[in-house]
């Protein structure tokens, strides 16, 4: 069988090479794909990002399996659009993507049905939320409604934080009532977790736990950015933890979409925070896997990945057990000068490992934002590579991947060097 995987980040790359490595796909094919899956021996990058364009090249190549990778087109409504050509493809659909593409809509849900989260208040009017903010006081959490590719949310520690959170959501829209909206959230304490699952509509599959590094800098200082680096098994995702994960948020979300009409198929993750005590808050929705969280895990799935995704699309997850390596995966990001308001691209990328596993693979380098010139691999995005390894420990996987960072050179990269710190 022939695949496509929609996407050309780190996330989509770690999905392409792991359904590669399937003896029963025929070709693999990412849509536009990127430098690392350009030089993947077993991938073949189509450079097409329009939907419609997308959907005749897969009727006209006989693609047997579509796999979304990046939150874009699925709010755009690919699912529906390929679903109506008879094409399989896995993803949510339009509507049921709506968890992850309006904030607001999805705190409603989350209100309607009774899974835990965050207190909050949505404005279109800059002054009535600084009113809202100013009763609040700080810290207190901003977000953008739509998509923002993970950097729409400011964690204002300061009054005067919160207030210029809002006039750069909101400001610009001043004379324009309802052309943007924010979300004003309760500042929630506690440990974050990542929290993936996949769903056939019906029947739901919990993949490994991880955890991720927002905040650019160390110490988990600095601007908020897409990820900066993630590692799996989360220890902080005990197995009560885990239970009530299921119990309080993931099920009651497939069950109230349900109820509101919509049939879940794709992955699902939901950002937790768990308190000193246990107590399990939903921080947001994405319909996708999370990047880097993806890369981490994907190291660690022993199971076919494929026959995964073909038992999601066909309502068979039921039956189905995964099978996980028992050694951690951590994954370090590198991200170019600037990232992440400000990202310059163009530069030379120098020391990446050749692309081929020889022996029993330990580090793996996946790529986000690079392009290819000639032979020269280049930055062309903010986050750019992410390093991944395994090891029989969490310290042993974190010395595999920076004894590979250290490596790699661009001008300008930015790494953080604690990755893991958490959980060490």
Same mark, same amino acid.
């Given at each position: ?14 999905? /392409? ?14 849509? +536009? ?58 993803? +949510? ?7 992850? *593409? *309006?904030?607001?809509? *999805?705190?409603?849900? #989350? ?57 750069? #959501? ?39 736990? *991880? ?10 200082? &600095?601007?908020?950015?897409?990820? #900066? ?56 929705? !994405? ?11 994907? #190291? ?39 990232? +992440?308001?400000? +990202? ?5 990328? !120098? ?7 020889? &022996? ?20 062309? &995005? ?6 991944? /390894? ?35």
């Amino acid at each position: 069988m022939k695949v496509l995987v929609v996407g050309g980040g780190g996330r989509e790359h770690a999905i /392409a090479w792991r359904l590669s490595q399937s003896e029963k796909i025929q070709q693999v094919f990412v849509a +536009p794909g990127n430098a690392g899956t350009a030089l993947e021996r077993d991938l073949t990058n189509v450079h097409i990002t329009n939907v419609a364009a997308l959907r005749d090249w897969a009727l006209a190549n006989k693609i047997g399996l579509t796999v979304v990778g990046p939150e874009q087109p699925l709010s755009e409504g690919i699912v529906d659009d390929f679903r109506a050509h008879g094409l399989r493809i896995f993803g +949510p659909t339009q509507a049921a993507a709506r968890l992850e *593409s *309006s904030k607001a809509y *999805s705190k409603a849900f #989350m209100k309607r049905h009774g899974i835990p989260t965050a207190n909050y208040e949505v404005f279109t009017d800059s002054q009535a939320a600084k009113a809202y903010v100013r009763s609040q006081g700080a810290p207190i959490v901003i977000k953008a409604d739509g998509l923002a590719a993970g950097k729409g949310v400011v964690v204002a520690q300061t009054l005067d934080q919160a207030l210029d959170a809002v006039d750069e #959501m909101l400001g610009h829209h001043a004379h324009a009532p309802g052309a943007a909206q924010i979300v004003v959230e309760e500042f929630l304490t506690g440990e974050e977790a990542s929290f993936m699952v996949v769903v056939d509509g019906h029947n739901v599959v919990p993949l490994a736990t *991880s955890q991720d590094h927002k905040r650019l800098l160390d110490g988990d200082l &600095g601007p908020n950015t897409g990820g #900066m680096g993630a590692y799996s098994p989360a220890p902080v995702v005990t197995p009560e933890v885990h239970a009530k994960a299921m119990r309080e948020i993931i099920l009651p979300t497939i069950k109230g979409l349900q109820k509101e009409g919509i049939q879940y198929t794709g992955f699902l993750y939901a950002g937790l925070m768990i308190s000193s005590q246990g107590e399990v808050k939903t921080l947001e929705f !994405n319909c996708r896997l999370g990047d880097p969280e993806t890369q981490p895990l994907l #190291m660690r799935l022993k199971s076919d990945f494929f026959e995964l995704m073909l038992a999601a699309t066909d309502n068979g997850l039921g039956t189905l057990n995964l099978d996980w390596d028992r050694r951690a995966a951590l994954g370090v990001v590198l991200a170019v000068r600037g990232y +992440p308001h400000a +990202p310059v691209k163009g530069d030379v990328i !120098n020391g990446l490992p050749a692309t081929g596993d020889a &022996g029993e693979l330990i580090c793996k380098v996946f790529h986000a934002g690079t392009a290819l010139q000639g032979e020269q691999v280049l930055t062309d &995005g903010g986050r750019v590579l992410c390093v991944t /390894a395994l090891g029989h420990s969490l310290k042993e996987a974190k010395k595999a991947a920076y004894e590979q960072v250290d490596l790699i050179h661009f001008h300008g990269q930015q790494a953080r060097r604690d990755i893991g710190h958490k959980a060490l």
